[in-house]
């Protein structure tokens, strides 16, 4: 059983380009979250996608945005690159047909951004 | 403001002898707690979970936390540490009316033999 994959694993971008991070999750997992993790610090929460529409979103700016694919794999866009997006960027996969708060995130290896 | 904090950034402690690190949260509503291990260059791995029941939650390689809601903490502990447990140890908190994981800083154990 696969679990959460995440491509690419590494990427450079210059400031100002537009990047697209992608996440397949856990067989059987219907919801997709992701997160920023600064170097140091603790994951950051982006926004979580289920059923195709964004749930809820943490505190970052429209410049983050997202995409959640009828088959549950997820997108996530950043247009107009700072410096300081660059970080590894995680995303969780969990099963939440209903708020059934039993289930726990799994999570990939992450996507490492540099911007430059 | 910050709503998971974990006391300790960093803790070095030698092999075979027991390290505990320290969480705690804030919340008006009744809440689900996590910690988090990340190894070097990877992800994050589920360490233990307390959802409900007994508050003492145990690991199969060892570890075991504490739910405590009267001092709102969930504090890890092992007994006896490895050089494989090097690693960064993240807590975590879901409240019951949020979708979202809020994350401490991290604490980042060394293990020396």
């Known amino acids: 059983d696969a679990g959460v994959t995440q491509s690419p694993t590494h990427l450079i971008k210059t400031r100002g380009q537009q990047v697209t991070l992608r996440c397949s999750p856990k067989?059987?997992?219907?919801?997709v979250s992701w997160y920023q993790q600064a170097l140091g610090q603790g994951p950051q929460f982006i926004f979580q996608y289920y059923e195709e529409e964004e749930r809820q979103r943490g505190n970052f700016p429209d410049r983050f945005s997202g995409h959640q694919f009828p088959n549950y794999s997820s997108e996530l866009n950043v247009n107009a690159l700072l410096l300081g997006d660059s970080a590894l960027y995680l995303c969780?996969?969990?099963?939440?047909?209903?708020?059934?708060?039993?289930?726990?995130?799994?999570f990939g290896q992450g996507t490492r951004l540099t911007v430059v | 403001a910050q709503s998971v904090t974990q006391l300790d950034s960093q803790v070095p402690v030698f092999e075979e002898a027991p390290v505990e690190l320290r969480c705690n949260y804030s919340?008006?509503?009744?809440?689900?707690l996590f910690w988090y291990v990340q190894y070097p260059n990877q992800g994050l791995q589920l360490l233990l979970k307390y959802l409900s029941g007994s508050t003492l939650v145990e690991s199969i390689n060892g570890f075991e936390a504490e739910f405590n809601k009267s001092q709102t903490s969930f504090h890890l502990r092992k007994p006896s540490v490895h050089i494989s447990d090097t690693a960064e140890y993240f807590c975590a908190v879901r409240r019951s009316n949020d979708y979202k994981l809020s994350f401490g800083a991290g604490t980042t154990v060394t293990v020396r033999a």
């Open positions: 969780a996969s969990s099963l939440v047909g209903l708020p059934r708060w039993d289930t726990e995130a799994f």
């Open positions: 067989s059987g997992h219907d919801t």
């Open positions: 919340s008006s509503v009744s809440v689900y």
